[in-house]
T-cell receptor, first 113, second 111 residues
Framework: GNSVTQMEGPVTLSEEAFLTINCTYT??????LFWYVQYPGEGLQLLLK?????DKGSNKGFEATYRKETTSFHLEKGSVQVSDSAVYFC????????????FGSGTKLNVKP | DAGITQSPRYKITETGRQVTLMCHQT?????MFWYRQDLGHGLRLIYY???????DKGEVPDGYVVSRSKTENFPLTLESATRSQTSVYFC??????????FGAGTRLSVL
């Protein structure tokens, strides 16, 4: 079956620290992978995506590389800001059923000044 | 405005009442979804739709009804609201190979 596992939070960092949020997945075939971000009181927004192995998605200083050999899609940022405080969701879209998105449980990031 | 709009943004109702949450998208996306978000449970799929007049159950459909007579609208009805349905509800849409786009959410409290 398909599933997404991401590290539990909250993750608390100081401003300008390096961020990694781990995400691993189980899927049949070749899914598309996504990171979404949810700011307080808002809906989820697409942060970045990757559609095939070795693709690197990037946006707003965040990056994630689709690693098929380790079934991972870890989110990284070199220098976080207070404004990055949010909940981050890893997700996959199954190759065999475009109806189906599978979301991780979310990781809350707190960045302190 | 282009995008996906949910209404109302906030709703307080009483146990046993019928409540309808509205969702409208302007992209003419084929797929639409309803999720609920609760602490400790993440996002859970309630219902989804692949096209007008085609709907299917997700993980937690009990107590909810959906319809999709037009591509752009996908209302969610709680037939007889219960306290356990207090949650934040998100509508989303997508096309076959595109990411999912979410609305801003409806925060529902059932007293």
């Amino acid at each position: 079956g398909n599933s997404v596992t991401q590290m539990e939070g909250p993750v608390t960092l100081s401003e300008e620290a390096f961020l990694t949020i781990n995400c691993t997945y189980t899927a049949t075939g070749y899914p598309s992978l996504f990171w979404y971000v949810q700011y307080p009181g808002e809906g989820l927004q697409l942060l970045l995506k990757a559609t095939k192995a070795d693709d690197k998605g990037s946006n707003k200083g965040f990056e994630a590389t689709y690693r098929k050999e380790t079934t991972s899609f870890h989110l990284e940022k070199g220098s976080v800001q207070v404004s990055d405080s949010a909940v981050y969701f890893c997700a996959l879209r199954a190759q065999d059923n475009f109806n189906k998105f599978y979301f991780g449980s979310g990781t809350k990031l707190n960045v302190k000044p | 405005d282009a995008g996906i709009t949910q209404s109302p943004r906030y709703k307080i109702t009483e146990t046993g009442r019928q409540v309808t949450l509205m969702c409208h998208q302007t992209w003419s996306h084929s797929y639409m979804f309803w999720y609920r978000q609760d602490l400790g449970h993440g996002l859970r799929l309630i219902y989804y739709s692949a096209a007008a007049d085609i709907t299917d159950k997700g993980e937690v459909p009990d107590g909810y009804v959906v319809s999709r007579s037009k591509t752009e609208n996908f209302p969610l009805t709680l037939e007889s609201a219960t306290r356990s349905q207090t949650s934040v509800y998100f509508c989303a849409s997508s096309e076959s190979a595109s990411p999912m786009n979410f609305g801003a959410g409806t925060r529902l409290s059932v007293l």
